[in-house]
């Protein structure tokens, strides 16, 4: 088995899921190692950086101005992967995971639902970022990008 790696930078500013270009099989074995920081809103008492799990309870809590977040399961800052609409977080900063359809591998920072509806530049208050990094076997990738790994 070949095994291969693809890294991506996930701006925290981004609005639009980053993807990773590689559409992975339902239940494949992928392993997602992140590293980096982010700022979710603008730099306020009592918000501070968040690793890939992202802030359990920032103060004041965004709830309170009526935000909602994309994955209610993760905490506000955390990186998530996407598969279609299937959003799951990368607590500590590592994933053993397997996609639940075929589907593009993307990810996103988590912030507000509000932002991606209503504010298409709701996360440009956002500073940092992870370096994502993909670890996959070729057998694990349909469609093209199976045949030119």
């Known amino acids: 088995m070949a095994w291969h790696t693809k890294t991506?930078?996930?701006?925290?500013?981004s609005h639009n899921p980053i993807s990773t270009g590689l559409n992975f099989a339902e239940g494949a074995k992928v392993t997602i190692v992140s590293e980096g920081?982010?700022?979710i809103g603008p730099i306020k008492e009592g918000w501070k950086y968040q690793g890939a799990e992202g802030e359990t309870a920032p103060s004041p809590p965004p709830e309170a101005f009526g935000f909602t977040r994309i994955s209610m399961e993760a905490n506000w800052g955390a990186l998530l992967a996407a598969t279609g609409t299937v959003f799951t977080p990368l607590h500590g900063g590592l994933l053993n995971w397997s996609p639940p359809t075929d589907d593009n591998l993307s990810f996103i920072v988590n912030d507000?639902?509000?932002a991606v509806r209503e504010l298409p530049n709701g996360f440009s208050d956002n500073?940092?970022?992870?370096?994502?990094t993909v670890w996959y076997n070729d057998k694990d990738l349909v469609g093209r990008e199976r045949n030119s790994v």
């Open 8 to 13: 991506v930078h996930v701006p925290a500013s």
């Open 37 to 39: 920081v982010a700022l």
């Open 112 to 114: 507000t639902l509000n």
């Open 127 to 132: 500073q940092g970022g992870f370096d994502v």
